[in-house]
């Protein structure tokens, strides 16, 4: 099967003429590729209609990858659900390497990964919004996430909408740097990383 295609179907004028099942089909071929790439098991890709602000999650435990309805049904919506999904595609991977190395090298992602996981801080009102976002796994998601989008501009350059969330997310990355810096001062980096460690504690 030629990827590319699978690619082109994201254009406009294209997903425009697809039912939102069709549309949900194609990110699962999108899925069934990065798992491929990245050497791990296919997750799921199921819609859903999430009550808060939400846009996607990864329940690795399930094997399913949940993305916001909106990504489906709204116009020019499909690049920023794809950001949505390499990055909950990553967050499987993450786990994924996690699980396998018991005895990562100190120096290596899995290692941060792994003590991350271990007192991942979730998404919540109470939380400083820093605490999440800056978090290891989520600040390499979401970098994850942005370098793949840009990897298929040969395919969807043209497009609407395509470029527009490419500097969204590059924005989003920049502001939550930003942010953290306003929310916890110059030493951000440590202070997430305490955070992190509290949780672990527990
Ligand atoms: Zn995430």
Not at 6 to 28: A, V
Not at 35 to 49: H, L
Not at 101 to 125: A, C, M, T
Not at 155 to 163: D, I
Request: proline fraction near 2%; aromatic fraction near 14%.
């Amino acid at each position: 099967m030629f990827k590319f295609l699978t690619y082109l179907k994201l254009k406009n004028k294209n997903w425009e003429r697809l039912s939102p099942n069709s549309r949900i089909n194609i990110f699962q071929q999108i899925e069934n590729f990065e798992a491929k790439r990245q050497g791990r098991e296919p997750m799921k890709v199921i819609e859903k209609n999430f009550e808060d602000n939400m846009q996607g999650l990864c329940d690795k435990k399930s094997g399913k990858i949940y993305l916001s309805i909106g990504f489906f049904k709204k116009k020019y919506m499909q690049f920023w659900g794809l950001t949505v999904l390499f990055h909950e595609g990553r967050h499987a991977f993450q786990q994924e390497e996690v699980f396998e190395n018991e005895k990562p090298n100190i120096f290596s992602k899995v290692y941060k990964w792994r003590k991350n996981l271990q007192g991942y801080v979730h998404y919540n009102d109470k939380e400083k919004f820093s605490y999440y976002a800056m978090q290891d796994v989520e600040r390499d998601a979401n970098k994850y996430a942005l370098k793949r989008l840009i990897k298929l501009r040969f395919w969807l350059k043209n497009e609407k909408g395509f470029f527009e969330t490419i500097k969204s997310k590059q924005d989003e990355l920049d502001s939550q740097v930003h942010i953290a810096k306003k929310e916890l001062g110059p030493l951000y980096k440590l202070k997430v990383k305490l955070r992190n460690k509290k949780e672990r504690d527990k």
